[in-house]
């Protein structure tokens, strides 16, 4: 029992991981370095309690977070694309600008600073229930499919072919016909769309939406995705790596094992490992952060 | 990954000044190349904020009327005001060190927190009652060294294996977050509380023991030693060796390298300073205003600090304006806290970002264009 606890646990920290990373791969290997995926899930995540509560459903909420997600991502590539911005500078600031606008429109839609009132969710989110309950959350099955589906559309699809070019070499791509900028900005829209979707879990599993309630996770999906060197398949699996981690410290609180501090540095030690190169060097698309000319 | 842009390491240098223009015509173009985006980005920051407030079914006018008084128009506000900008002028300083070697800090509020932390640690362990001039040099030397070592970590990972800066700051940014919260709470906090216990020897003076109007306020001497690290960090900038090898690293490390310099060592030196500077900020917390080390007390401002960097177009004097400019947002926010949310200048600050990021290339664009149609 104790083993399937902490599987099922491992699962539901892992989802918004998985969905966030998938959009993390989506826009690096696009060339747009994804530093925005924390703000993408802040933003996704307050537009699901607005649509939730005021559209009394759990599904508007979650087309609402998906947009919220989306609209920031739009913001991001019209900076990044048309206005050739430095991406990081960009990145960064839609990070504050998340943060800003979710306290600013807390304030103004629900009159509070801190959270927002119960909303509709899907169900299945009692803790140490097993499987069968998560079975019923539409939002786990998001999550699970989320990265194969984008491995399909990377390796399989003559667009997920066109994505890897753009990120590569656009000038190349320009030269065969592939309109870079407007592969960057479906890549822009899509990133915002999936961790907007990890952003939405959080809220409806919580039932309300609080101040900064993404702590970070966006940030340990980025180094997923660098940690699983943008590949789907591994990006996958360090998510899980990551979420098994903080079950375990979880499962182990009563024991004092290990500081909860230090589990809570594992996904970034190892990412700066995978980045200097000792197992395995991570190597990142070529035109990562690059303005094509 | 590769080196920032040298777009934004080029800044106002404008390293790439066509010919047969004489050196004053080439000035004003700098000049205006570094001053135009920050313009851009306040009118639109302007805009944006008028939005929010009509929004939020306010006047404008009103909001802003009541920001300036609660900032410049009153002495304890105009106190926080500096107070807030000593913090900023360091981590701005920093970041904008940096990337005048081409490099992106984004980890100066994690060092910002080292060299807090660094200081209180030996405050806490010097004997109570020593006077703070004997003493500064001592926290001067341990605030640097604690946002010295996280930064170097930075350059070092970046100039021998080649690990992207930007990433790996943002990483130590949570792994030394997270290990300075294990030590404190393990070791040295007050029970029930966040922070360690009070520091005996070498408090800065607040302004107030010589301003009287200052009472109340947090701004400290500080702010001083702040003004110092502006004119140390213009000297090694533009007058030293160094600071030429490192500016012409930042603009192109293949040809920095053709002349004789290596990058790599560039890398960890800039990234080792800028971390320092970033550190002694800490300084203005600790030493200055509650006198022990707490949890979270960095707020954002390492942050904030890129903005301050970008808007100061990357030149010390500039960067203690922007300091001023955002710090009085910030305290502004509190001022106008009864008519609108003052998370909406947490807005104005984000939008002052995009808005410059996306404006220095359109500015320099357009004005070379221009000139070519003369």
């Not at chain 1, 104790?2 to 599987?7: H, N």
């Not at chain 2, 604690?146 to 294996?161: D, H, M, N, P, T």
């Not at chain 2, 960095?298 to 990357?314: E, R, S």
């Amino acid at each position: 029992m104790a083993i399937l606890l902490f599987l099922s646990q491992t699962l539901r920290i892992a989802i918004p991981y998985l969905l966030a990373a998938a959009g993390g791969v989506v826009t690096e290997r696009a060339g747009l370095i994804g530093l925005t995926l924390e703000g993408y899930m802040l933003g996704g995540a307050f537009c699901a309690a607005l649509g939730s509560y005021y559209g009394h459903s759990a599904w508007l909420g979650l087309l609402a977070g998906v947009l919220g997600g989306v609209l920031l991502g739009l913001i991001y590539g019209v900076s990044a694309i048309r206005f050739r911005a430095d991406q990081v500078v960009v990145g960064i600031a839609i990070n504050l600008l998340a943060i800003g606008l979710t306290r600013f429109f807390l304030r103004l839609a629900f009159g509070s600073s801190s959270n927002s009132p119960r909303v509709p969710g899907f169900g299945g989110e009692q803790a140490g229930t097993g499987f069968g309950a998560l079975a019923t959350n539409p939002m786990i099955w998001f999550g699970i499919f989320a990265i194969p589906a984008v491995g399909w559309m990377l390796y399989r699809t003559p667009f997920g072919l066109r994505l890897r070019a753009v990120g590569e070499h656009p000038a190349a791509a320009t030269s065969v016909g592939i309109p870079v900028a407007r592969v960057r900005y479906f890549a822009a829209i899509l990133s915002g769309a999936l961790a907007g979707l990890g952003g939405v879990y959080l809220t409806l599993d919580q039932h309300q939406f609080t101040d900064q309630m993404t702590a970070g996770r966006g940030f340990i999906a980025l180094a997923a995705t660098i940690f699983g060197r943008w590949d789907p398949s591994r990006v996958g699996l360090a998510c899980l790596l990551f979420a098994a981690a903080e079950a375990l410290q979880i499962q182990l609180q009563g024991a004092q094992v290990v500081p909860s501090q230090f589990v809570e540095m594992i996904p970034y030690v190892l990412t700066i490992v995978a980045l200097a190169g000792v197992v395995g060097r991570a190597v990142p698309p070529a035109a990562l952060g690059k303005v094509p000319e | 990954m590769t080196t920032t842009s040298p777009d934004l390491a080029r800044g106002a240098d404008g390293a790439t000044a066509p010919p047969r223009r004489t050196a004053r015509s080439t000035a004003s173009l700098q000049l205006r190349e570094a001053v135009l985006p920050s313009l851009v980005a306040l009118l639109v920051a302007a805009i944006v904020g008028d939005v929010l407030i009509v929004v939020f079914g306010q006047s404008p006018g009103a909001v802003y009327r009541l920001l300036l008084e609660g900032t410049w128009g009153n002495s304890y506000g105009f106190g926080q005001v500096l107070y807030k900008a000593t913090t900023l002028t360091f981590t701005g300083l920093s970041i904008a060190f940096a990337l005048r070697a081409g490099l992106f800090n984004i980890g100066a509020e994690s060092q910002l927190a080292a060299g807090g932390f660094a200081a209180a640690l030996v405050g806490l362990a010097l004997p109570a009652g020593l006077p703070w001039i004997v003493m500064l040099p001592v926290y001067l030397a341990a605030a640097a060294a604690g946002g010295g070592i996280v930064g170097g970590v930075a350059g070092e990972l970046k100039s021998r294996f080649g690990a992207h800066e930007v990433i790996t700051t943002i990483m130590l940014n949570f792994i030394v977050l997270a290990l300075l919260s294990y030590l404190t709470s393990a070791h040295l906090k007050v029970p029930e509380t966040l922070h360690t216990s009070e520091i005996h020897s070498g408090a800065l003076p607040r302004l107030a023991d010589f301003i009287a109007a200052f009472h109340g306020s947090a701004a400290n001497v500080d702010i001083v030693i702040a003004a110092f690290a502006c004119g140390a960090t213009w000297w090694y900038l533009f007058r030293t060796r160094r600071g030429f090898e490192l500016r012409a690293v930042g603009l192109q490390p293949e040809a920095a390298e053709y002349g004789g310099v290596r990058p790599g060592r560039v890398w960890t030196r800039a990234m080792t300073i800028s971390g320092a500077i970033a550190g002694l900020g800490g300084l203005n917390f600790v030493l200055g205003y509650k006198h022990y080390y707490e949890e979270g007390f960095a707020g954002g401002a390492g942050f904030l600090g890129i903005a301050v960097a970008l808007v100061g177009g990357m030149h010390p004097l500039g960067v203690a304006l922007a300091a001023l400019l955002f710090a009085t947002i910030s305290q502004g926010g509190l001022a106008v806290n009864a008519l609108v949310p003052k998370q909406f200048v947490e807005v104005l600050q984000a939008v002052v970002i995009i808005a410059v990021a996306v404006s220095v290339p359109e500015v320099r664009r357009l004005l070379r264009t221009q000139r070519r149609t003369d």
